[in-house]
């Protein structure tokens, strides 16, 4: 698959992956030229850990990937859209979503796995 989406050497474009078949909005990360490619290469969504500053498979630890069903760009050509579908949860806490409580702090969301148990803290 060929891609439209330039992204210069060094720059992070966020990258929102969605649920493909719900809509449901899973989480936000950050993507360069190099996960973008491997992305496309795998048909598994690749991302750049700013915190640990290397890329990362999504799933790579937990076994939770995303298999990536379609990619969107918005009109500016600066983020991107995966709807994937989501092997487990997405977010690194045990919920399906990152979007998993309101701003007054009330859970909304299901938590699907126990973080210590599959990140062996």
């Given at each position: 698959?060929?891609s439209?989406?330039?992204?210069?050497?060094?720059?992070?474009?966020?990258?929102?992956a969605?649920?493909?078949?719900?809509?449901?909005?899973?989480?936000?990360?950050?993507?360069?030229?190099?996960?973008?490619?491997?992305?496309?290469?795998?048909?598994?969504?690749?991302?750049?850990?700013?915190?640990?500053?290397?890329?990362?498979?999504k799933?790579?630890?937990?076994?939770?990937?995303?298999?990536?069903?379609?990619?969107?760009?918005?009109?500016?050509?600066d983020?991107?859209?995966l709807?994937?579908?989501?092997?487990?949860?997405?977010?690194?806490?045990?919920?399906?979503?990152?979007?998993?409580?309101?701003?007054?702090?009330?859970?909304?969301?299901?938590?699907?796995?126990?973080?210590?148990?599959?990140?062996?803290?």
């Amino acid at each position: 698959m060929m891609s439209m989406v330039e992204i210069p050497e060094g720059k992070l474009i966020p990258a929102i992956a969605q649920d493909w078949k719900t809509g449901e909005v899973l989480m936000l990360a950050y993507i360069n030229s190099i996960a973008l490619s491997k992305t496309l290469e795998t048909g598994v969504a690749h991302y750049w850990s700013r915190s640990r500053g290397k890329l990362w498979r999504k799933g790579e630890s937990s076994g939770n990937e995303q298999i990536v069903k379609e990619i969107l760009v918005d009109c500016d050509e600066d983020a991107i859209l995966l709807k994937v579908e989501q092997k487990g949860g997405a977010c690194h806490t045990g919920y399906r979503s990152c979007f998993y409580r309101t701003l007054d702090g009330r859970i909304v969301g299901k938590r699907i796995f126990d973080p210590d148990e599959v990140y062996k803290r």
